[in-house]
C-alpha cells in the first residue's frame, strides 16, 4: 500500500510539475511528496509468494545492519501493508555520496546493499529530494526499481 502510495504521489509531482497549463513559477497547486530520507526494504522469498518477516523465516530479532564505518544502524519494523512487513532505515543523506549497508540475520547469508546518495532537485515545484543511484545488492537479489527518489522501496529476494 505504501508503495503504491509512493508512485502515486510522485507521479502527481511529476504531471503537476509539468503540466504546461500551469505557470512554472506558481507552483501553489502542486501537492509535493514528503521527504523521508528512509529506504524500505521487503524480504520476500526467490517466487515472491511469501513475505519472510511474515513467514516467520527472518526473525526480525536477529536482523543487524551496520553502515560502512561498521556503526550500527537502527531500523525499525513496520506494517503488515498489502505487501506485508517490512524494515525502515533511516539513510543519512549528508554527505552525499557512496554508502553501505552490511546486513545480516539468522539463518541466511551476510549481504551489502551499496548505492550513492546525491541532491536531486530536478523538480521546479518541489524538492530538493535525495536521490538514490547505482542500487547493488550482493549474495541475493535486488528487485528492480522505478524510482530513485526517497523514501524508497526495494525488495530483496531471499532464498
Not at 517490512?86 to 552490511?102: E, W
Request: some cysteine.
Amino acid at each position: 500500500m505504501l508503495k503504491k502510495w509512493s508512485l502515486l504521489l510522485s507521479a502527481l509531482v511529476l504531471v503537476a510539475c509539468t503540466d504546461s497549463k500551469h505557470d512554472p513559477t506558481d507552483c501553489a497547486a502542486v501537492l509535493c511528496m514528503a521527504a523521508s530520507d528512509t529506504l524500505i526494504l521487503y524480504f520476500y522469498d526467490t517466487t515472491e509468494s511469501s513475505n519472510r518477516l511474515d513467514d516467520g523465516t527472518i526473525d526480525v530479532s536477529t536482523i543487524e545492519i551496520r553502515d560502512g564505518n561498521n556503526a550500527i544502524v537502527d531500523f525499525t519494523v513496520e506494517g503488515p501493508t498489502n505487501l506485508g512487513k517490512y524494515i525502515a532505515v533511516a539513510v543519512p543523506a549528508k554527505p552525499y555520496g557512496p554508502k553501505l549497508l552490511n546486513i545480516s540475520f539468522e539463518g541466511g547469508e551476510p549481504f551489502t546493499l551499496s548505492f550513492a546518495t546525491s541532491l536531486s532537485d530536478d523538480f521546479e515545484c518541489c524538492g530538493p529530494y535525495t536521490a538514490l543511484d547505482d542500487i547493488e545488492a550482493t549474495i541475493y537479489t535486488l528487485k528492480p526499481t522505478v524510482s530513485y527518489l526517497l523514501p524508497l522501496n526495494l525488495t530483496l529476494l531471499i532464498d
